[in-house]
């Protein structure tokens, strides 16, 4: 059992739970319950930008997860791994806090996930083949309007059990959810190929993100996270070296309905798909912060208490990178780029831009066997966040 905790002396003096939970395997199966920090299944997520689903960019949910954490190989070239849970939010004092005057927000939201990845090749062979998907949905919880209003999302146990197979929910559901999907559902396609050598490894990945079936049949465009990872096995001054580009501004197209053949010549047009925004769930979204890629500005930021993103249309350059000076110390670099024109339906009038830098060194002195001491800095520079700087100082021991 692992367990941390994490607490917040700014503004609202928060006092939570970082992580804590029990993980448990036999042979091949797992079962985890509790509240876990979670990266990308295919990404480096000390120097990527963050995957299109997950990130670690927010705080864990807390679910319940049963599945095949580890690859399995079933034939000698050929693994197989997945994994099925059931979560909550935890936010509800957060988004009662920071809602704005006319804004809305849901509370009491669920959360389900499902994924499945097959691997191609040998164990740490020559070429390596990766292939998977995520499925994840928040579902369930009350919607609170603007006005004090509140409208029941599905709490039962049967609403559990739609959510497992994508399906329309019951007529007594808001429209959304009645007419086409209950919840809220998003995910993304990933694909990765590698090659290794004796000196060196390098990979090329994309991660497509989905809301409906448009971009999942990749009717996106260039949209996604595209990467290019290189690790070096004996040069240690830069071991590995990450390239990624992420754009978000496709969406399938510009416009999105079902239209009757009186209205106009197209039938159904399925874009605009509004990445990350949903109209009854406040966004893809935990404590206000960006689950995927935290290039796309969290909730949090925005000025006015809403709960949406305002900024989902991005184009973004990103790279990192990490080395061994010595053998005791290492370091952590990474810098990103990037430009939005906000969201379909709300697009800025000057196209917005933003630079951030990262750096961390770390010292394991040899002779103080356990200890570690990190210094890292960040900054800002653009239009989206201002400019700001940090500094942050970490003592950590392991036992």
Request: glycine fraction near 12%.
């Amino acid at each position: 059992m692992v367990a941390a905790v994490g607490m917040n002396f700014k503004g609202d003096k928060d006092i939570f739970i970082q992580q804590a939970y029990i993980d448990a395997r036999y042979k091949w199966l797992g079962i985890f319950a509790g509240s876990r920090e979670k990266g990308a299944p295919l990404l480096n997520n000390a120097l990527s930008s963050g995957d299109m689903t997950w990130s670690g960019n927010a705080r864990p949910i807390p679910q319940i997860m049963i599945g095949i954490p580890e690859y399995l190989y079933v034939l000698p070239r050929f693994a197989i791994k997945g994994e099925i849970s059931y979560g909550w939010f935890t936010d509800n004092k957060y988004q009662e806090r920071k809602v704005g005057a006319g804004h809305w927000y849901t509370k009491d939201i669920k959360y389900h996930h499902k994924e499945g990845f097959v691997r191609v090749g040998v164990p740490n062979g020559k070429w390596q083949l990766d292939i998977g998907m995520t499925l994840d949905t928040q579902f369930g919880g009350t919607l609170v309007n603007a006005d004090g209003s509140t409208v029941n999302l599905g709490n039962t146990l049967k609403d559990y059990f739609r959510v497992f197979i994508p399906g329309s929910g019951s007529e007594d559901k808001p429209w959304n959810d009645s007419n086409f999907y209950q919840g809220n559902f998003l995910g993304s396609e990933q694909i990765k190929l590698t090659h290794r050598s004796d000196k060196f490894s390098i990979s090329a990945y994309l991660c497509n993100h989905f809301d409906d079936f448009s971009a999942m049949g990749k009717q996106n465009g260039w949209d996604g996270l595209w990467g290019l990872e290189m690790n070096f096995n004996n040069f240690k001054p830069v071991n590995a070296v990450v390239f990624e580009f992420l754009q978000t501004t496709n969406m399938s197209g510009p416009l999105h309905g079902l239209h009757e053949p009186e209205e106009g010549p197209v039938h159904k047009t399925g874009g605009s798909d509004n990445y990350y925004n949903n109209g009854l769930y406040p966004g893809w979204a935990h404590w206000g912060m960006m689950i995927a890629n935290p290039l796309i500005a969290s909730p949090i930021y925005n000025q006015d208490g809403d709960m949406t993103f305002k900024y989902n249309r991005i184009k973004a350059l990103h790279i990192g990178w990490s080395g061994q000076i010595t053998s005791e110390w290492s370091y952590i670099a990474k810098m990103s780029h990037n430009r939005t024109w906000g969201t379909p339906g709300a697009p800025t009038l000057d196209i917005l831009e933003n630079f951030s830098a990262y750096a961390s060194f770390s010292y394991s002195p040899e002779r103080w066997k356990g200890w570690n001491f990190n210094a890292s800095l960040a900054l800002d520079m653009g239009d989206i966040y201002g400019d700001n700087f940090g500094f942050q100082m970490k003592i950590h021991k392991t036992f």
